[in-house]
Antibody
Framework: EVQLVESGGGLVQPGGSLRLSCAAS????????MNWVRQAPGKGLEWVSY????????YYADSVKGRFTISRDNAKNSLYLQMNSLRDEDTAVYYC????????WGQGTMVTVSS | NFMLTQPHSVSESPGKTVTISCTGS????????VQWFQQRPGSAPTTVIY?????PSGVPDRFSGSIDSSSNSASLTISGLKTEDEAEYYC??????????FGGGTKLTVL
């Protein structure tokens, strides 16, 4: 079964850090680019970051540039998002998504930034 | 910055046909693939159309996608509407630097 499973969300204070993980299974993870997409409570989908299959190319939304870092480990079929200097407005459900060819989404992990 | 604009909401009766538009702000929407995602409350998005007009297995053929270069827009058409189609629908494509872009979402009400 093709599957993406996120983990690592939780409650963090403003200015804090969190690392999200996404475990892929059921497809050749190393062949595809991957993305992080988030959704603030009651809001629409917001693209956050992209990484190419070989990690050679990375893109970030302006809202997270300089604070978030995307990475992957193809040997472990895993995608990561290191989030630093977190702000209240980063509160959202974070989805791991393969948007290339036939898109696949994870179930999401909630990140709450609050004091 | 490249943006995708969708109507905030649409409504139609069961059994009817509805079309949701997704208009690109600049460039040619036909130059990058467009995807359509369905999201029900409390659930993750699922793919109903990818690469402009392809349906994943398991998605009924009542769902179809198209591109209109003259209006620089993509469309999702759902025919034979069912109450289970009630959901939020998002279009997605890429800007010139291959950064992801989502439309603001369209709430479909089937009444």
């Amino acid at each position: 079964e093709v599957q993406l499973v996120e983990s690592g969300g939780g409650l963090v204070q403003p200015g804090g850090s969190l690392r999200l993980s996404c475990a892929a299974s059921g497809f050749t993870f190393s062949s595809y680019s991957m993305n992080w997409v988030r959704q603030a409570p009651g809001k629409g989908l917001e693209w956050v970051s992209y990484i190419s299959s070989s990690s050679s190319t990375k893109y970030y939304a302006d809202s997270v540039k300089g604070r978030f870092t995307i990475s992957r480990d193809n040997a472990k079929n895993s995608l990561y998002l290191q989030m630093n200097s977190l702000r209240d407005e980063d509160t959202a459900v974070y989805y791991c998504a393969k948007l290339e060819l036939l898109p696949i989404w994870g179930q999401g992990t909630m990140v709450t930034v609050s004091s | 910055n490249f943006m995708l604009t969708q109507p905030h909401s649409v409504s139609e009766s069961p059994g009817k046909t509805v079309t949701i538009s997704c208009t690109g702000s600049s460039g040619s929407i036909a130059s990058k693939y467009v995807q359509w995602f369905q999201q029900r409350p409390g659930s993750a998005p699922t793919t109903v159309i990818y690469e402009d007009n392809q349906r994943p297995s398991g998605v009924p053929d009542r769902f179809s996608g198209s591109i209109d270069s003259s209006s620089n827009s993509a469309s999702l058409t759902i025919s034979g509407l069912k109450t289970e189609d009630e959901a939020e629908y998002y279009c997605q494509s890429y800007d010139s630097t291959h950064q992801g872009v989502f439309g603001g979402g369209t709430k479909l009400t089937v009444l």
